[in-house]
Every structure is written in C-alpha cells, then in structure tokens.
C-alpha cells in the first residue's frame, strides 16, 4: 500500500452515460493514496457498449493506456468476438503497452454488452484480470460475481512457481498482489509467450444474458478491501437507487464514501450500470461532473498535490476546485445545499463538525467581492 495521506481526499470525478438501453454513472475518488491510479471506460453505442474499471498500480500510466487502448481493439475486432479473440486482444495491448510505455501495471474488469436475442434483453461478456470485481444483480440479488486473482489461489500458485516464481505474503515474489494483470513485465520474461508467465494478462470470461432491470456494479478493490462485501454493496446500491431517471453516479459516489468509512485506505471507483432507459437521466444531468472534497491541511504538501492532481482529472485547475469548494462550503453553511444538483449534495455527507470547521478556518474570510479569482489562485499557490 505504501504511504497513504493523514486524510482522505474526497473530490469526486464524476461521468455518466445513457441510451434508450441502459442507464450509467461513475464516480471516482483518491481517498488516501499519494496519487489517483484508476481509470474507468464507459462507452453506450447503439449496440454494442462497453463498460470498465481499471486499477493501475506503481502510476496511472497503465490504467489510462489499457482503458484507453483496449475499448479501441474491441470495437475494430471481428465479429464474431470469440473468447479466444478477446483474450488475443488482451494479450497484444499488453504487447503493445510494453512497447509504447512499459512502466506499470494495472488490473482490468471490463463488460461488452451487446443486444440479446429477446426484447429487453442484453448479452454480457464479462472479462476480469486482477482483483477489480464486477458484480450483476436482480432485484436485489446476486447473479454473477467475478473472481479475484489472487497468487495464493491454488491455479495461480501453480503457474507463478512453474514460472520460477515464488508466493510470499500472499504476494507474487513477496512483491505483487495480483496474479493477473496488464503491464508489471518484471514478471513476465518471456514475451513469446505471455500466456505462461508469473504474471498473465489473460482474462477469465463468463458469457450471461440480463433483463430490462438488472444492476451490474464494477468497481476497483478499494471498494471492497474494507469491510463491504459483495452482499453488502449490492444491498447498498438498492438501497440507495434513485426514482426513475434519477442520477445513478450519486449512487455510485456514495457507494465510493461507503468503502471510506468501512475502512478502505485504497483509490476508490465505481460503475453503476442499470439496464433501462438512461436518455432522460442524461439529458437532466451533464456528462461530467466535479465535486471537490474538503480541502486538504495547508502544511501536508502530498495532500496538496493529491487534491490538485483529482481536479486536473477532472480538467479543472486547482485554484477553481478550491473556488467551487468553497461556493458549497456557502451553501452549506446557509442551508442552501438542497437546492443544488444531487451530486453536490454529497459534497458534506462525509464531514462532521470537527470538519466544517476546519473547512471555515482553511478558508478564512474568504475573498473580498470582485476579487475571487485573486483570492483562490493565491491559495492554490500557497501564499494564502
């Protein structure tokens, strides 16, 4: 895990998207990590769509490449997308990320859906490399969950020592959580055959059919790693789903608040995808949303970078995201924060009074009217 921050860093980058076929929304949070690792895709064609976490580890470089990248090869591949071809796909970006960047790592749970056969019906191909999960419910029920890859799990044991490697720790050579993931090519020597390494970027594929209704919740392991079990989040998610075409990423932002107060110290991400008609709650919310945190203790420099670091995630500067936070530090402090969107009514649902205010003396004053712009840039530098 490494060094984590004093505080979590609670800014949310928020995306959403919609067909007349599903309905999607994504939050992502730093929580207590240095730096932000995850990526997520979320791609609603009208047919095919594609949907993805994926937790990047040692930097962001693979997670933004493979999420990149992979969705591509997807959409350009032939049809019929056999297993075999997809895992084809999987093993030539990790050739491809090796060549182009090489440095890092990331896990990948990934869904390509495509029209089923009845009406109201969707085909899932659900592909999982690492310890991310996906899990599909039904009324409030699981259907299907993926499974971790795990070094001490008896198959991955088998292949990592009959590549010459070691479990240690529950850790591939004392070192890699995961047993499967794209990049980490320390551990893979032979690259004529990326298949039968330490570390493999060959996905497990489960094939399922769903209905007008169902639920599929992709998430990294910090929403988990806690205590949040696949029960729980799902029974969590149904607890909180929006009236129809409410907005599922305020959903998915207070599963990420959850896994933090059950004690996650990890990147938090989630993708909350709904199998139902998804135009309206797009059209009432915008594409992308940014919801800064409580900012972070003035004299803690990795806090700083971390906090401004989610604000270019979201390509917005820091001296804006200390400006928008406070704007909902007004309106909360007025009773107003109801009359903002859902997704900002989040902005103080982890802060107690202990946090308000510490929020209140951060900001101080505030700026002098008409001078706001001044005021925050100021502070984003440090010399406020």
Request: charge should be negative; glycine fraction near 8%.
């Amino acid at each position: 895990m490494g060094v984590i921050l004093p505080k979590p860093i609670l800014s949310k980058v928020v995306d959403r998207a919609g067909s007349e076929k599903v309905g999607a929304g994504c939050c992502a949070i730093n929580g207590y990590r240095n730096t932000m690792e995850d990526a997520h895709v979320l791609q609603t064609g009208p047919d095919r769509m594609i949907f993805g976490i994926f937790d990047g580890h040692s930097n962001d470089k693979c997670s933004n490449y493979i999420s990149e990248h992979l969705p591509r090869k997807i959409n350009m591949a032939p049809q019929p997308l056999t297993d075999a071809a997809i895992e084809g796909l999987c093993i030539s970006c990790d050739e491809q990320f090796l060549e182009d960047v090489g440095d890092g790592g990331t896990t990948a749970t990934f869904v390509i859906v495509d029209p089923g056969e009845a009406p109201k019906t969707f085909n899932l191909t659900i592909c999982n490399i690492g310890d991310s999960r996906t899990l599909v419910a039904r009324d409030g029920a699981i259907l299907f969950a993926t499974q971790d890859h795990k070094p001490q799990n008896p198959q991955e044991r088998d292949r990592i020592e009959r590549c010459g490697g070691t479990v240690r720790m529950n850790r591939v050579d004392g070192d890699l959580a995961v047993s499967r993931a794209f990049g980490d090519f320390v551990f893979k020597r032979w690259r004529d055959d990326l298949r039968n390494q330490k570390v493999i970027a060959v996905p497990d594929i489960t094939r399922m059919t769903v209905q007008e209704g169902d639920i599929m919740v992709i998430a990294c392991d910090g929403v988990f790693e806690g205590n949040f079990s696949n029960d729980e989040v799902i029974s969590f998610v149904y607890s909180q789903l929006p009236a129809p075409q409410g907005d599922l990423a305020v959903v998915a932002g207070r599963v990420c608040d959850q896994a933090v107060r059950r004690g996650s110290k990890d990147n938090v991400s989630c993708l909350l995808v709904q199998f139902k008609d998804g135009t309206a709650m797009v059209k009432q919310h915008t594409e992308h949303s940014f919801v800064p945190g409580p900012p972070y203790p003035k004299t803690h420099e990795s806090s700083r970078l971390a906090y401004s670091r989610m604000a270019m995630m979201a390509q917005v500067s820091l001296a804006d995201a200390l400006q928008r936070r406070y704007e909902l530090f007004l309106a909360f402090t007025k009773n107003q924060l109801s009359s903002l969107p859902p997704i900002d009514q989040l902005a103080y649902e982890m802060s107690d009074d202990v946090d308000v205010e510490t929020e209140r003396v951060f900001f101080g004053n505030g700026p002098t009217p008409g001078h706001e712009k001044a005021f925050f840039a100021a502070m984003a530098e440090g010399s406020r």
